[in-house]
Every structure is written in C-alpha cells, then in structure tokens.
C-alpha cells in the first residue's frame, strides 16, 4: 500500500516534471526529475541496469522535507526517471528520508537503508532530530518499509555518540556473507566518526566497532561514508562538515575526505594512511560508489556544495545535479578517478592538434569549440630550462563571458575561475589546486556539459568540478601563455 504523501509527490512530478524540456536539462548528468536534489543514495546494479536514488524534494527548487527520487540507466549517462521511491510518511521518518543504499538481497528483492528522521520538541521549545536508520523493500520501483522499523536507533550507539547525528548507512555484503554498514556519526568530542555494524540477513544489526574517527582532525561531523576494497587497500570516503583548510586541500567548508588505510581485521578499525580531498573544484559533495558487475569501482557525488547551492536561477524548475560516474584506482596512495568508460562511446568528431607553439598570445584552433565535449591538452614547456610564466584555457566563452583554467607551473597550482561564467552573484568562483607530480607536463582532461565542467588531471590523480550556468550559445575554447608553451589537443563532441 503506498501512502498519500507518495501517492502526492508522484502525481507532482508526473504533472510537473513534463514542463521541462530536455534542452533546458544537462546533457549526460543527472539532474532532479523536477524541484531539488541532493546526495546520491542507493548506486546499485539491480536487474540489469544501474539505479540511482538521490535526497529529493519534488515540490521547490530548495532542500525541504526529504523523498527519494530514483533514476536507472544502463550506461550511467542517460539516465530514465523512475516514480519516487521514498516519501517521508512514517511517524519515525516524518522529518525526512535521509541518506542511504542499497542492496540486492538472495531472494530477487532489493533493500533500501536510509536514515528516518523524526524530530522532538525539546523543554526550551527548540527542536532535535532524532536520526534512526530504516529499511524498505522493493522490486525496482515500489518499496514498502519493513514493520519493524527503525532497525537500528539510539539504543544501538556507543556511549557518548549522538542521537542526533547518526546517519547515512552505507550497505555492503562482505566476504564472509554478512551484511554491514559505515554510519556516520558524532561522537562526545563533537566531531565526527564512522560507526560499523553488522547483520546476518540484514534486517537485525549488531554494533560492531568504531571503524575510524575523527578526533577533531578533518572538520567536525562526517557524513555520508563509503567503505570498500580497492588495489588491496582498504578506503573510507567521507564528507565532513565544516572543515578548515589545510594549505590548498579542504576549501570547501563542507568537504570530501578519502582516508587510504588498512583495515585491521581483529579490531575492525582502519589503520591510516594516507588523506586527500576527493575533488579539488568547487561543487562536489557526498560520493557514494556501486561495485559494477565488471568489478570497477564507480563513484558519483552530488555536483553542489552546501555553501553554493543557495544562488540559482528561480526560473528553473529543477535545482543540482550529479558528477559524472567516475571510475576508482588506488596507485602509490592516491585515489584516482577517470570519467566512466562508457563516455568513451559519446565521443565523436575528433578535432586533433599536435605541438602546437604558443608564445605570448591567445590563440583559438579551428573547429575546437562546443559545450558538450571531451578534450584532453597536454602542456609542456617549449624549452625546460626556461619554462613559461602561465598557461590558461578558456571555455563556454563568447565576447561577454568565460571559465577559465589556468596553470602556473613555477607554483605548480591550477586555478578554476567561473567569474565571469554569467553569474550575477559574489558567491564562490574561484578554486586553486596544488598539483602533484612533474609540472614539466600538465595533462588535462576536461569534460563540459551544458551546465558543467570536470578537470581531471594527470590522468585523473586530482579532480576539480564546478557548475556553470552560462549562455549555451558561449561555445568558444581559447588558449593562452605568458613564456613559450607547446601543447597538444585532442577534442570531442559528446554526442
Ligand atoms: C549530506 C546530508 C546527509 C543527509 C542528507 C539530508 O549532504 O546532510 O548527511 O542524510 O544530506 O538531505
């Protein structure tokens, strides 16, 4: 039996979601089926295509009560709308259906855990979440929630941990066939840790351990975790609430952690060992990975920020959209990521230009322009011992507006800069990252859709991604140095 608050967002989105035009939409990202979106949540592989969920409000272009919207593909880039899945229609989740994943159990169904939240009036007339993790069953399209709902609540935490913050389960079936889940949460200290649990048939869960924590390192609250193997090391993705920033890594208030370790098998605890940001750009926010049936590991965060969402044309009638699915590698303790194979089927007209001279000057190469497009430029001094001053790429440009990136290879930083994207708002447009490895070559990839753009670089070693909401019909590519730099350039359209 579905409830009338599902019954009402489905019939919303059906009768509103037809007024928008698939031109008004990114191409090959996920946006909302109509209103606003959030995290990804439930990235599976079910019945022979991929579904994604994702925190959804149907109703306004604003985060307000939580849905779960649901999406299945099967390249990951075209993306078909299915009827919301999740409404907040329990008393225990009143509040909203928070975060959370997904997996397929041995009889065909599938399960959704996510985070019920319901709130409590405290004495000084202020409110409290209370944050219980639930359970609903489905087939693909229709799910009921499980009758003994919450699954696991406050009577199931460490003492110390918070009732409040304790969210987002990250499902997994390991190898010893139990089912477990990461759940982030807010221990004593007031920052942030990752709880791990446990359950035979993932309905009844036991507290495991304290799978890592904190300790007031990296920001304070850490949501949204993922835990999983990867080139024989063990990995937790997380996204921490309001970080500070460490030289150029953690810009972002609201950021994404990636602790490479190994996992202890005794004590369940992650032995650190190496930290990064995930992206380095400007909207990027709470990844959630799905194992694909060949074995990658594919990732895709919800591509906003918390401190950015907020400035957006309110003509539009939908609000936020995904990352580009991204494939995992771990390699000499970094996490790289590469834009989905299936990309690769987009490509089309190649436009190629190899050693191409550039000295003092802004150029632009025939054909090389487009809004949807897949270009890959390496960079490299004319001449070593004399390296140039600055190199910068500008795209989605026309006489009024630009993005632009551009690297300083005596500092070895790159820097997105979307000021003049068309924005008519101060919020903000400019991130810089410090890239590792040669600066002798800068090797970029730099994929645009029509209101996007990732930058992955050095094959993928660092990502940066940023919305841009400028003109379609800024389609120009432009290149610039200050010294001698010599480049290739090979460009696609994404078709
Ligand atoms: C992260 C987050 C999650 C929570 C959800 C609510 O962006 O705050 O922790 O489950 O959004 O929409």
């Not at 967002?9 to 990202?29: G, L, V």
């Not at 919020?427 to 990732?454: A, P």
Request: with cysteine; proline share 4%; glycine share 6%.
């Amino acid at each position: 039996m579905t409830s009338q608050t599902l019954r009402d967002a489905r019939h919303y989105e059906e009768t509103s979601a037809k007024k928008i035009k698939s031109e008004e939409r990114p191409a090959f990202h996920l946006s909302p089926y109509v209103g606003w979106m959030n995290d990804p949540n439930g990235f599976s592989w079910y019945k022979g295509q991929y579904h994604l969920f994702y925190q959804y409000h149907p109703y306004k272009t604003h985060w307000d009560s939580m849905h779960w919207g649901h999406a299945v593909s099967k390249n990951l880039l075209h993306w078909e709308y299915l009827p919301t899945a999740l409404a907040p229609d329990q008393e225990y989740d009143s509040f909203g259906c928070f975060s959370g994943s997904a997996i397929e159990l041995p009889d065909g169904k599938q399960l959704l855990m996510y985070t019920a939240v319901d709130q409590v009036k405290k004495y000084d007339g202020s409110t409290q979440d209370i944050q219980t993790q639930a359970i609903a069953i489905g087939d693909g399209i229709d799910y009921v929630k499980y009758e003994k709902n919450p699954v696991l609540s406050a009577k199931d935490l460490p003492e110390g941990c918070s009732k409040a913050d304790f969210r987002d389960p990250k499902i997994w079936k390991g190898k010893d066939g139990l089912y477990y889940c990461v759940i982030g949460n807010r221990p004593a200290d007031g920052s942030g840790q990752i709880l791990l649990y446990s359950s035979e048939n993932g309905f009844d869960w036991k507290f495991v351990s304290i799978l890592a924590k904190n300790e007031n390192r990296y920001g304070k609250m850490w949501e949204c975790p993922d835990f999983f193997e990867l080139d024989g090391k063990h990995v937790l993705l997380t996204s921490p609430q309001d970080m500070l920033p460490e030289g150029l890594e953690y810009h972002n208030g609201n950021g994404t952690l990636c602790i490479i370790g190994e996992l202890d098998e005794d004590t369940h605890t992650l032995k650190e060992q190496y930290h990064q940001a995930i992206d380095y750009g400007i909207d990027f926010y709470a990844p959630q990975t799905v194992l694909a049936p060949d074995g990658r590991r594919i990732m895709i965060g919800w591509m906003q920020n918390w401190d950015t969402c907020n400035h957006r044309s309110e003509n539009s009638k939908w609000f936020a959209q995904m990352s580009l699915p991204r494939e995992l590698s771990v390699k000499n303790g970094r996490l790289y990521q590469k834009p989905v194979k299936e990309l690769d089927d987009m490509r089309e007209n190649k436009v190629e230009y190899q050693n191409v001279a550039l000295e003092d000057d802004t150029i632009s190469l025939e054909k090389l322009e487009g809004r949807k497009i897949d270009m890959e430029l390496v960079i490299r001094p004319q001449d070593e011992k004399n390296r140039y001053k600055k190199f910068a790429v500008r795209f989605a440009q026309n006489e009024q507006f630009y993005t632009a990136l551009s690297f300083r290879p005596h500092e070895s930083i790159l820097k997105i800069d979307r000021k003049f994207s068309g924005s008519r708002r101060a919020y903000i447009h400019q991130r810089r990252c410090l890239v590792n490895g040669n600066s002798d070559e800068l090797k970029l990839r730099i994929i645009l859709d029509k209101f996007s753009v990732e930058v992955f670089i050095n094959d993928g070693e660092q990502v940066m991604s940023a919305t841009i909401f400028t003109d379609q019909d800024a389609t120009g590519v432009s290149f610039f140095a200050d010294g001698k730099v010599n480049m290739d350039v090979v460009k696609y359209d994404l078709i």
